[in-house]
């Protein structure tokens, strides 16, 4: 991968020159953002920095077997411990995003701190607050960055069994268990590295994939059966959740995680998405797309979002219905798109 050593150089040298150091990400937080943010923070424990690991919430369960999870400030929850850390940090890792509106809330707080950002993250059209930025569109995932940050900065003797745990649990959650994003050959090397410092593979895609509830299958089964809608003369497909669906079901963070992509099995679908609807007016949808079918570019039209070519989110403040109906709107403008991808 093409990263400028210079970059790193300039990493080390912020490093060096700070004690306090706090590593913030996305809201929601999924794998690739834990795992990159704990990997990266291990990694500065052992140069014996202060470090906090703050995220906007909390992530779901399946999650927080990794090693310094205990140790993350949420935003929601401990806002005034966030505050106090946020006056004492000297230098900001941001992993895996590169909009401060991915923060929500907790990106203005971050913006009154004068201490320099470091970018590390994967998704397209980076907005400029860093100082230093490893942005890298064609990575997997942060996780594969933050390894050639480990390796360029010269601490691969810090990499032990535990960060490598972290760093392949966000390979793996954010290409869909090595099947999408992940075909470059330099990223089987690196798993191969991984692999040498002893993680158990198996154990991490059995904790990351077969992790659902009875309620979680049941739920999965009522979208299926009852709120999947398949449009063959767009060649996309959608799915949603109600608010009625999710209390019969005892919706849980995280529950419908992964379901987003069920309609891609389908032979004809290129474009798919899930809404989720919310009790404030307000629809989350998550958007999956084949080959080159631009999610990202559909979303930030549609749904104030981005995210990869392949797979996107965003939100709109109305309800389920009146983003369906957009988001139906939004299929006619891409019809020629969708036919051809
Ligand atoms: P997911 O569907 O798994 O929530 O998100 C898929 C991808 O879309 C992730 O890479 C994430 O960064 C991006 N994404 C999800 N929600 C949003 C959003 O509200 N805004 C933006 N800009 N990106 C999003
Ligand atoms: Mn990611």
Redesign the pocket.
């Known amino acids: 991968m093409d990263i400028q050593q210079t970059l790193f150089t300039q990493i080390m040298q912020l490093v060096q020159s700070s004690s306090r150091i706090s590593i913030v990400t996305?809201i929601n937080p999924?794998g690739d953002a834990i795992g990159s943010s704990l990997a990266w923070a291990g990694v500065l424990r052992q140069l014996n920095k202060t470090v906090t690991v703050i995220t906007p919430n909390n992530c779901p369960d399946n999650l927080q077997w990794m090693q310094g999870y205990s140790e993350i400030l949420k935003f929601d929850t401990q806002k005034q411990e966030v505050l106090d850390c946020l006056l004492h940090t000297e230098l900001f890792f941001c992993l895996d995003f590169n909009?401060l509106s991915?923060l929500e809330e907790l990106g203005e707080s971050i913006l009154k701190s004068t201490a320099p950002h470091v970018l590390i993250d994967h998704?397209p059209n980076p907005e400029c607050f860093a100082k230093v930025a490893i942005s890298v569109t064609e990575a997997s995932s942060t996780s594969e960055l933050v390894y050639h940050t480990i390796i360029g900065c010269g601490y691969e003797q810090y990499l032990n069994t535990q960060i490598a745990e972290s760093l392949y649990t966000g390979i793996i959650t954010d290409t869909g268990g090595l099947s999408h994003n992940s075909g470059r050959p330099e990223l089987y090397h690196i798993i191969a590295h991984l692999l040498q410092k002893g993680i158990n593979k198996t154990a991490i895609h059995d904790i990351i994939f077969n992790v659902f509830s009875y309620d979680r299958m049941k739920l999965l089964g009522t979208i299926l059966k009852d709120n999947f809608v398949f449009m063959p003369e767009y060649k996309t497909a959608y799915m949603y959740i109600t608010i009625e669906n999710q209390k019969l079901h005892n919706f849980q963070l995280g529950d419908s995680e992964g379901f987003?992509n069920y309609p891609l099995a389908i032979k004809d679908v290129v474009f798919c998405a899930l809404f989720t609807e919310y009790e404030n007016n307000t629809t989350k949808v998550?958007f999956r797309s084949k080959r080159q079918f631009p999610a990202n570019e559909f979303s930030a039209k549609y749904f104030n979002?981005?995210?990869?070519l392949n797979?996107?989110?965003?939100?709109r403040a109305c309800s389920l219905h009146d983003a369906i109906n957009a988001f139906e709107n939004g299929l006619h403008s891409f019809k020629e798109l969708l036919l051809k991808s």
């Open positions: 996305h999924d909009n991915r998704h987003v998550s979002g981005g995210g990869h797979a996107a989110g965003g939100r």
